[in-house]
């Protein structure tokens, strides 16, 4: 936080400084807030890869469609879509 105080910048790290800042929230939250925010942006990341590679396996065809590499950030965008890994599954009771 205290480096983004004296660089601030149009972040996310440096809008938590300015609530810690403010008073609205603690240096501990901004931390824990910060590290939750990592990991959780790290875990969606790895399972949107892991869930890309294992709908490529079974459609192998695919694979070399996946060149130029400009179509790769077009596959990355199209598997997010098709199995995200942020799904919720609503199960009727």
Not at 13 to 42: E, N, P, W
Not at 68 to 85: F, G, I, N, Q
Request: negative net charge.
């Amino acid at each position: 936080m205290q480096a983004k105080r004296a660089t601030p910048g149009d972040d996310v790290l440096t809008r938590l400084a300015a609530r810690v800042d403010g008073g609205l929230i603690t240096d501990q939250d901004a931390a824990d807030l910060s590290a939750l925010l990592l990991l959780a942006g790290h875990e969606t990341t790895a399972n949107v890869i892991a869930l890309s590679t294992v709908t490529l396996l079974h459609r192998p065809d695919q694979i070399p469609r996946l060149t130029p590499p400009d179509e790769l950030a077009d596959v990355v965008r199209e598997s997010a879509t098709v199995c995200p890994a942020a799904a919720i599954r609503l199960v009727e009771s």
